[in-house]
C-alpha cells in the first residue's frame, strides 16, 4: 500500500512501540501509587513531559497531558464559558464544534473570516473592541489545505488587552518550526498520533498562570486539570515520538519538501488542477487539490482499490451534497471543492510512490 494520508494519523515508529513496551507489561504501576512501580511510572510520565516540551520550547511544567488533541482543545476553549469567543472559519472541527454545537456556554460566538488563499487575515480583529478575558482561537496550520497562520501576528495585535489566545498546533507539530515561548500564545494544542505516536493521547500547553476550568473532576492527576489515571504507555510513546520529531526535524523537513515539490510538479502538467492555498505558505507535507468535473470520493475509491490511501481533507459520507467547511470559507466554487483530494506525505514516503501516485492518478483522469 502506498499511504499518503499522514495527516489523518501516521503510523507508529517502531522505537516508540519499542519505548512504549514495558509500560503495557511489567511496569504498570500507576503513577500516583507510592511504592517503587508507581514511581516508576511517574518517572516515566514526567521523562515524556520533557520531551514532548523540548520539542515545542516550552518548560516541561505547562504540558497537561490529555486523552487526544480534541480533549486538548476542549479543555482550552472551556475557558471560554460565559465569555466572548472568536474561533476562525477554517478550525478543525474538534475547535469550531466546541463553538456551533454549544453555543448557550458562550456569551458570543464570532467568527475569524479566511480570504481565497486559505489565510485568517488580522484585518478581521483589527475594528474590534477586546475585553479582558475574551478567548480567540486560530489554529497554526490547517489540516486540509495545510496554509500555515500567522499566529504570532495575532499575538502581537492582542498584546496587553487581557486576551486569551490559543492555538491547535496539531497539525504543525514535528512539521514546521514551534516555539510555544516565542509564539507567546497562552494555550496550545497537541496530539501524539500525527507524529508517529499513539493514538488517544495529546496535549494542553498552558502558559504559567492562565486559570483552566477543568472538564472532569475526581483526581488531581496533571495538576488537577485532568483527573483520571494517566495512559502511561501512550505517554511515554508521544514523549519518544517528540523525542525523535526533535532529532530528526530537518531531515523530516527536507525530505517533505523535496517530495512535495516532486509531486507539485507533476501534478501541474494535469490540465484543470487547482492546487489549494497555493499562494500562502503551507505545511511541507501537505497539497489538496482539485479538478474541475471529478467526483474526490470516487477518485479517492478507485485510488484505494489501486492501494493508494488519500484523502478528501474533510470527514464526508459517501454520496452526500457536503463540501468541505473549510475550502467553502475560502469561496472555492461548490464543483471544484466537491473534487478536493489531500495527499499528506510522512517520513517513510518514496520519490517511486509519489511516482506511482501521479501514473495512477492519471490513469483513472484519463477514464474519466
Ligand atoms: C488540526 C487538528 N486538530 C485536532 C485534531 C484532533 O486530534 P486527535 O485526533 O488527537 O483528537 C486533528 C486531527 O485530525 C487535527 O487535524
Redo the contacts with the bound molecule.
Keep these: 500500500m502506498i499511504y499518503l494520508d499522514h495527516?489523518?494519523t501516521t503510523p507508529i515508529d517502531g522505537r516508540v512501540l519499542e519505548a512504549m513496551m514495558p509500560y503495557l507489561q511489567g511496569l504498570y504501576g500507576n503513577p500516583s501509587s507510592l511504592y517503587r512501580l508507581g514511581r516508576v511510572a511517574r518517572s516515566a510520565v514526567d521523562c515524556a513531559r520533557e520531551q514532548v516540551a523540548a520539542l515545542i520550547d516550552a518548560p516541561a511544567s505547562q504540558i497537561l497531558f490529555t486523552s487526544?488533541?480534541?480533549?486538548a482543545?476542549a479543555l482550552a476553549l472551556a475557558r471560554a464559558q460565559n465569555r466572548r469567543l472568536w474561533v476562525s472559519a477554517i478550525e478543525?472541527p474538534?475547535?469550531f464544534e466546541n463553538a456551533s454545537k454549544q453555543p448557550e456556554r458562550y456569551l458570543e460566538i464570532n467568527i475569524l473570516v479566511a480570504d481565497s488563499s486559505g489565510k485568517v487575515l488580522t484585518q478581521g480583529i483589527e475594528g474590534i473592541k477586546f475585553q479582558a478575558g475574551d478567548f480567540v482561537s486560530l489554529?497554526l496550520a490547517?489540516?486540509e489545505m495545510g496554509a500555515i497562520q500567522d499566529v504570532l501576528a495575532f499575538v502581537e495585535q492582542l498584546k496587553g488587552l487581557g486576551v486569551i489566545m490559543h492555538t491547535?498546533a496539531?497539525?504543525a507539530l514535528g512539521k514546521i518550526p514551534l516555539s510555544f515561548r516565542q509564539l507567546g500564545v497562552q494555550l496550545m494544542?497537541l496530539?501524539?498520533?500525527?507524529i508517529y505516536g499513539p493514538?488517544g493521547c495529546?496535549a494542553l500547553v498552558r502558559q504559567a498562570g492562565v486559570p483552566l476550568r477543568p472538564i472532569m473532576f475526581g483526581g488531581e492527576q496533571e495538576q488537577g486539570l485532568r483527573p483520571g489515571t494517566e495512559n502511561v504507555a501512550a505517554i511515554v510513546g508521544f514523549g519518544k515520538a517528540a523525542e525523535l520529531a526533535r532529532l530528526e526535524f530537518d531531515q523530516r523537513a527536507s525530505l517533505m519538501s523535496a517530495l512535495r515539490n516532486r509531486l507539485e510538479q507533476q501534478l501541474k502538467g494535469i490540465s484543470g488542477l487547482v492546487i489549494f492555498a497555493e499562494a500562502v505558505e503551507r505545511l511541507p507535507n501537505t497539497l489538496q487539490f482539485g479538478i474541475p468535473d471529478v467526483n474526490g470520493e470516487m477518485l479517492l475509491m478507485q485510488l484505494d482499490q489501486k492501494g493508494i490511501a488519500v484523502s478528501t481533507g474533510s470527514a464526508c459520507s459517501a454520496g452526500s451534497e457536503h463540501i468541505s467547511p473549510v475550502l467553502a470559507a475560502m469561496g472555492v466554487d461548490r464543483g471544484l471543492a466537491k473534487s478536493a483530494i489531500r495527499v499528506s506525505l510522512g517520513k517513510d514516503n518514496t520519490e517511486s510512490e509519489i511516482d506511482q501516485f501521479v501514473s495512477v492518478l492519471k490513469t483513472l483522469l484519463a477514464r474519466h
Design positions: 495527516n489523518a487526544s488533541g480534541t480533549e482543545n478543525h474538534a475547535v489554529m490547517n489540516n491547535d496539531v497539525q494544542s496530539s501524539s498520533h500525527k493514538k495529546g
